[in-house]
């Protein structure tokens, strides 16, 4: 491969320097009370102190914990959002007197939410579960954790911007969590915001201050998302240790990479959209705004902008935006989906083939989310080309995880029962995709539940299944102690079975054309069918929400109480983060970095179980693949 | 008191299956070995079951709520749609089944076995091109079919096609027809006020006759042309029967064409259903009104249709003559004369 010569060059050359870096750190033991004197210079002197080891930390291990514990805040936060609408849909006649007390009575007066707090709550639910929690909360902590111990670097290569970048997001999570309370609630005009709703105070409660605060909160967050990426690619460029070519890495880093390249192209489109929109709702501009006339007010002195400029600009990210949540999530089933089949993923060159294919078709098919805009209909033919194009890079990935699995000596734990269950969802969520990327269909199913079961099945809950077989494969590195198994095993099996009950029946609705974002469909005929599948819904929705609480009771009892690691590689696993210490401390290794000598996926090589990637080849070994 | 003592119930359920959980993990260790290879096997039959059960559960249900699904299209374009969606279904079907089995299967039989290793086989370039250039070709053929399709529903408009405006707004639909003289009037967004609501501009002469009434009404096997707008915030005009979506947009108007096939009479009996309606919804998030956006739709025979719009005052005639609105127009009209310049802000 010639990618491999170019890189190999490239990292040694690198690798110098990190061991040189190595030495400094190696000399800093006895030099830290030296430079704590001068009390300018930034070492393991870090370690003494509460507040830059927990809070202003500059260890990539533990910003990667901070942005998971606030990526799990925040899906409670959001998970609960949905259970309470989901209510509405099911049991609209069961008061919600807790509403009024947490947000204020005229949200529910008499325990009735109105459909104001209603479009508030579906808003803040798409909003904090596609930012917050699974970009933020999955890249965020997986980049960070993983991107140093699984290419052997001593930390990123600029570990202040890593804390900023994490401590913007707090802000943005701040602004956002505060706008709740504000006098006239949170953003309500869906999370993809389209003006003139959005633009115009008037036109809704939720688009009055919340929507300021959703707007600002969008750019905090998309700064940091921009500080984490360039450090991202930085680090995998040129951090890599001795021997740890691109085509060594493991799949989890590939992921990674590209996902922080998409991030970085994508997200200041979302920025400049989100400007833009400022400038609409409070200097009287018009890009988005055109001849409108809104009742209570009269015709608005708008005039020759486009509405339809805001959604090529918002799907020019939010497309990405759907690869940026799904591509780490593919890097983690991949190493854990090896590691656990004790054999090599199988087709490590097409799995980094086909995740750079789609990531570079990410940016050519947003417009597959405006085939009903009256988008010329020759533009919407080529985007319903290169949208359904995606699904062969799409179709390799899984016929190649299906084959890992095949011939395999599967170890279940709970990480694997995700990674296995994620391969099952991304089959039904991604096949529904070609229904909907094909324009002609997409005119009858365009916004309604069939879109809503399609992406939370493929996004929304592959993703978090990714989520979580990072989270039970790395806990022991992150905490050094197990998460229970047992609560594990139980963890994926309500979820797995719970979340096809929420969202395959909304293909059936979907099919009735039964709109999403309907605060109750009692005035269609057409439509008010479906009350009892509406009430099965809801309750598995509040099953999956529960068992949720349980994963966090066992995350948090297992990080202090949990059964110890014992041994350096608990999974018998090939990557190097196995090699450093049980609690590895700023810089993860005691002594010199490992080098690199072989891929990671030698499992079940040549009668042996599996060959770390610190083993050298051996005389005469061939090898499949760098 | 029942929010109480659900809570309480909850959490009985949650620290009893932590007491088990902790227990059996007590065991898995002291059993060592012996526990991890019977949870392999038990997870293993778990897939099995699940993958048996999901497939069963998905025919069962699917053929439960069949007859809740939308009945046959009421449009000539439908039909289509409804080819293209059953011709994907049939393909990704396929593969859906095919995939979910192989992957339970491999679930279960390759569950973790003593002293057993995995079978090395990192690549294989011959299968990985077979299966990129099936899904390859089973797409082209989706591609191809669905752009012929997409092609015919967004084509020209046939010249006989009937024009009706529709146009959204907080929280309700509009619609106009043409009168008479078969001309929709031209509108101006600056002349809309509480009467006059899609601001017909009645210095055109062709505005005069038009109509609007608070319900759509389609004559049986006529094309139609909707040319659809919004007032404020951007609406979705939404017609499932007759297998329509688009957009509504203030500033951007926007057009479909279809042809209605089914009267509503003979849905009612095709249905089975004597209180079977078509109705029109709003599919795009508009405000707190927006799932009270509805119209009916009815799709007349010829001579239900002719009655119908006999029926039907003008615009003009209704709401504007001997009003206010009239003296103003009349005034505007007369400034327009004697200035002579009287720009066009026409919205077509």
Known sequence: ?626 | MTTYLVIAALLLIGMLVVQISKANEYINTLRGDDAELDTDRINGILWLIFTVLFLVGIVWSTWYYLPLFLPESASEHGHWIDTMFNITLILTGIVFVLTQIALGYFAWKYHGKKGKLGFYYPENNKLEMIWTIVPAIALTILVVVGLYYWFRITGPASADARVVEIVGKQFNWLVRYPGPDGKLGTSNWKLIDETNAVGIDFNDKTGIDDIMPTELHFEVNKPYLLKIGARDVIHDVGLPHFRIHMDAMPGLPTHFKFTPTITTDEMKKKTDNPNFDYEMCCDYICGKGHSAMKMMVYVDTKEQYQAWLKKQPSFFETAIKGTDAEKKIVASVTEKVSTEKGSDHSNH
């Not at chain 1, 925040?74 to 007390?101: C, E, K, Y």
């Not at chain 1, 005009?189 to 969008?218: H, K, Q």
């Not at chain 1, 949990?562 to 041994?567: A, H, I, L, P, Y």
């Open chain 1, 1 to 626: 491969m010639d990618a491999k010569d170019l890189h190999h060059g490239h990292s040694e050359h690198h690798t110098g320097a990190v061991i040189t870096d190595h030495v400094h750190y190696q000399d800093t033991e006895g030099v830290i009370r030296f430079e704590a004197d001068h009390g300018h210079h930034d070492g393991d002197r870090n370690k003494k102190n509460f507040i830059h080891t927990y809070i202003f930390s500059t260890d990539h291990k533990m910003i990667g914990k901070q942005f998971l514990i606030t990526g799990i805040i925040w899906a409670i936060i959001g998970g609960a959002l949905s259970n309470i609408f989901r209510m509405q849909l099911g049991f609209p006649d069961v008061p919600l007197h807790f509403i009024g007390t947490v947000f204020g009575d005229k949200w529910a007066p008499g325990g009735k939410m109105t459909p104001d707090f209603y479009n508030m709550l579906i808003t803040m639910h798409g909003t904090i579960l596609v930012f917050f929690v699974l970009t933020a909360g999955l890249s965020g902590t997986f980049a960070n954790l993983l991107i140093p111990l699984q290419i052997g670097a001593r930390d990123m290569a600029s570990p202040v911007l890593n804390m900023l970048s994490y401590w913007f997001f707090f802000l943005a999570g701040a602004v956002m969590f505060t706008s709740f309370f504000l006098p006239s609630g949170a953003a309500g005009v869906s999370w993809v915001f389209y003006p003139p709703l959005s633009a115009i105070r008037e036109a809704a409660v939720g688009s009055e201050a919340g929507a300021d605060f959703w707007l600002i909160s969008m750019a905090l967050f998309i700064v940091s998302s921009l500080l984490g990426g360039l450090n991202y690619i930085t680090t995998i460029l040129n951090l890599r240790t001795k021997g740890m070519s691109m085509s060594k890495l493991p799949l989890t880093i590939w992921a990674i990479l590209i996902t922080a390249i998409l991030g970085l192209l994508s997200f200041p489109v979302l920025l400049g959209a989100a400007i833009l929109l400022i400038f609409d709702r409070s200097m009287g501009t018009s890009f988005y705004l055109d001849k409108i006339y809104m009742s209570g007010i009269g015709a608005m002195p708008h005039e020759g902008g486009n509405p339809i400029l805001y959604q090529h600009l918002f799907w020019f990210l939010g497309h990405p935006e759907v690869y940026i949540v799904i591509l780490p999530a593919f890097g983690l089933v991949s190493e854990v989906l090896a590691v656990n089949s004790r054999k090599p993923i199988f087709g490590y060159r097409a799995m980094i083939l086909s995740m750079l294919a789609i990531a570079a078709l990410a940016f050519f098919v947003w417009a597959h989310h405006m085939f009903v805009t009256g988008l010329n209909p020759f533009v919407g033919s080529v985007f319903v080309f290169l949208t359904l194009l995606i699904a062969i890079p799409s179709a390799i990935k899984v016929f190649n995880w299906i084959t890992t699995i095949w011939r395999a000596n599967i170890r279940y734990t709970p990480a694997m029962m995700f990674s296995v269950g994620f391969i099952s969802l991304f089959i039904s969520g991604g096949l529904t995709g070609i229904f909907l990327g094909n324009s002609s269909i997409d005119i009858q199913l365009h916004d309604t539940y069939f879109i809503v079961a399609h992406f939370h099945i493929v996004m929304g809950v592959a993703a978090f299944f990714g989520m979580f077989a990072g989270v039970y494969h790395w806990f022991p590195k992150m905490y050094g102690r197990f998460m229970n198994r047992t609560i594990g095993f139980i963890h994926f099996w309500v979820t797995f079975v719970g979340s096809y009950c929420i969202f395959w029946p909304m293909h059936y609705q979907g099919m009735a054309g039964v709109p999403r974002r309907y605060y109750s469909h009692g005035a269609f005929e057409s439509f008010n069918k479906f009350g009892a599948l509406s009430e099965f819904i809801t309750i598995a929705a509040i099953v999956v929400f529960l068992v949720q609480l349980l994963f966090v009771f066992n995350f948090l009892y297992s990080m202090y109480r949990g059964k110890k690691v014992t041994e350096l590689n608990p999974w018998k696993s090939n990557t190097i983060e196995w090699t450093t210490p049980i609690h590895p401390g700023h810089g993860n290794w005691d002594g010199p970095l490992p080098e690199v000598f072989r891929g990671p996926y030698d499992y079940g090589k040549d009668g042996e179980d599996f060959i770390p990637q610190t083993v050298p080849m051996r005389p005469g070994e061939t090898t499949h693949h760098g």
